[in-house]
């Protein structure tokens, strides 16, 4: 069996976004040279996401605004702020969109369904963050 990790860093300018890494994920998988396993991507922290959905912009504004109204930015909200903090919400949106998916790698590439992306979720950003690819397989 193989195995191949990697860390892909992310620093996001808005305090929300999203970004498709697929293409950052089918590069590791490449030099993996792995042709059947599987593939962890997994966000190393806790006010980011990482998730599959359709790379569709309107989608991604409605995720947005569906977010905010679940989990708003309102530092008096949450008790998590009175440590000092100001990303109880983060936390909250990070819960509900997740934390990392597998794929599935067949034949040497990601075994998508129609339209399916992996995207990177920030929810506190304006920082650098990193992303976990650990592919296995043989």
């Not at 069996?1 to 996001?12: A, D, E, G, I, Q």
């Not at 359709?54 to 008096?76: F, I, M, R, T, V």
């Not at 990303?87 to 990070?94: E, S």
Request: charged share 30%; net charge negative; aromatic share 8%.
């Amino acid at each position: 069996m193989k195995s191949c990790t990697r860390y892909l860093t992310f620093n996001v300018e808005a305090r929300m976004d999203f970004v498709n890494i697929t293409p950052d994920v089918e590069q590791v998988v490449q030099e993996s040279r792995v042709r059947e396993g599987l593939v962890l991507v997994n966000a190393m922290h806790i006010t980011a996401s990482v998730f599959i959905n359709d790379d569709e912009s309107g989608l991604h504004e409605d995720y947005k605004e569906w977010l905010e109204q679940l989990a708003p930015h309102d530092p008096s909200r949450y008790q998590h702020n009175r440590t000092g903090e100001d990303n109880g919400d983060a936390h909250h949106k990070r819960q509900i969109m997740g934390r990392e998916v597998v794929v599935a790698i067949t034949e040497g590439q990601l075994d998508f369904g129609p339209w399916e992306r992996i995207f990177y979720g920030e929810f506190d950003g304006r920082r650098p963050k990193r992303v976990l690819v650990k592919v296995i397989g043989e």
